[in-house]
Each structure stands twice: as structure tokens, then as C-alpha cells.
């Protein structure tokens, strides 16, 4: 089973600044079609989760671009340009290229 | 706009089954490859297992000794099956589509006599 590590768990920030969460594979997750099967969810308080990113670079409709996602092979980040309250919550990152689908443990995002 | 409902009892004695079904709405079941999730209170997300339109299955190694999932194109709808549950299967299920582009609003189940 893939296990994906999320860095920070905790991510304390300030309104309007950056911020950064890593998710390191325990292998490869480019897929031998040549996908690379991550994704990035986002759970709001009290929500269910949303994506946000789909095959490690791909922002989903609706999403604002302060979002980014980048990476490859093992080691992936999301990237939030500048925090909004909104952006409150807790991220995974996930991944389909092996079986069984897993998902990382999740950073809480919070403002400071 | 796709949108997905889960149904089910909310709670559950121990050792019983538990049935959820997600109902799909503004798309066709067809179009799309589903899965079942969860997440215990306070914790993160595990997948469950898929299902396609050809009723294919994939299940997670630590459930699939409990656990089927089917779907049934003529309602539109897909379904979680868990069987001799237990207090650690208390958690909110959510039904998603398989690449997580779609999720329902998520189905608290508690298992207790």
C-alpha cells in the first residue's frame, strides 16, 4: 500500500500570506500510462471535502488560482499564494495510481 | 451539475449489516466511475471501494472481507454494503465520484446496541 506523508500536519498563517503543505509518496505515483494519479482535497469545517486539484497540477473549475498544485514522481506540494479566511481547513492529498487508493493524513490550516 | 445523496439508517447495532445507497443526480450513472469513503469522527479519510457502470468492483484490502458494492444504472443510484460492523465502523460515509470531482454531503452512521 502506497502511504502518502503530509508536512506540516499543523499550519498555522497569517491573512495574506503564503502558504505551503508537501505529501512524499512511499513510491512512484506516475502511473504507467504516464498520469500521475494525485489529487488535493479540501474539508472546510463541518463540510464534505472538495477537490481542489487533480493529476498533481490541474486546478479544478471554481477554484481560485491562489491554489496551485506541482510535483512529481514522490514529492508533491499545494501551494496558497496568499491565505483568505476561507481557506480555513483541513487538506489531503490522494492518490489512485496504485491500489489501493490512499489518502494522506491531512494538514490543518489555520489562521494565526 | 452532478450531485450525489447518501441514504442511509444512522444507526446500527453491532454485528448487523449496514446499507447505504448514493443516489446520482444531474448526470448519468453511466458516465462515471463511483466510490465509497469514510471518515471517523475527528480523524481522516479511507476509501472504501468503486464500482463502474459494468458493475467492476475494487475494494480496500482491510475491508474487503465485509464489504460489496453494486450499482444499479436503471435508478441512477450505487450501494455500500458492510457486514458484522462495529463501533470503529462509526464514521460519516460519504459517496464521491471515483476521481473526486464529485462528493455528497456525507451520511453520519453509529454503530451501537
Known amino acids: 500500500e502506497v502511504v502518502l506523508t503530509q508536512s506540516p500536519l499543523s499550519l498555522p498563517v497569517t491573512l495574506g500570506q503564503p502558504a505551503s503543505i508537501s505529501c512524499r509518496s512511499s513510491q512512484s505515483l506516475v502511473h504507467s500510462d504516464g498520469n500521475t494519479y494525485v489529487y488535493w482535497i479540501q474539508q472546510r469545517p463541518g463540510q464534505s471535502p472538495r477537490r481542489l486539484i487533480y493529476?498533481?497540477?490541474n486546478r479544478d473549475s471554481g477554484v481560485p488560482d491562489r491554489f496551485s498544485g506541482s510535483g512529481s514522481g514522490t514529492d508533491f506540494t499545494l501551494k496558497i499564494s496568499t491565505v483568505e479566511a476561507e481557506d480555513v481547513g483541513v487538506y489531503y492529498c490522494m492518490q489512485h495510481t496504485h491500489w489501493p487508493r490512499t489518502f494522506g493524513q491531512g494538514t490543518k490550516v489555520e489562521i494565526k | 451539475q452532478v450531485q450525489l445523496r447518501e441514504s442511509g439508517p444512522g444507526l446500527v447495532k453491532p454485528l448487523e449489516t449496514l446499507s447505504l445507497t448514493c443516489t446520482v443526480s444531474?448526470?448519468?450513472?453511466?458516465?462515471?466511475?463511483w466510490s465509497w469513503n469514510r471518515q471517523p469522527p475527528g480523524k481522516g479519510l479511507q476509501w472504501i471501494g468503486s464500482v463502474d457502470k459494468d458493475g467492476s468492483t475494487h475494494y480496500n484490502p482491510s475491508l474487503r472481507s465485509r464489504v460489496s458494492v453494486s450499482v444499479d444504472t436503471s435508478k441512477n443510484h450505487f450501494s455500500l454494503t458492510l457486514n458484522s460492523v462495529t463501533a470503529a465502523d462509526t464514521a460519516m460515509y460519504y459517496c464521491?465520484?471515483?476521481?473526486?470531482?464529485?462528493w455528497g454531503q456525507g451520511t453520519l452512521l453509529t454503530v451501537s446496541s
Open positions: 493529476k498533481a497540477t
Open positions: 464521491a465520484e471515483w476521481g473526486g470531482a464529485y
Open positions: 444531474g448526470g448519468s450513472i453511466s458516465n462515471y466511475y
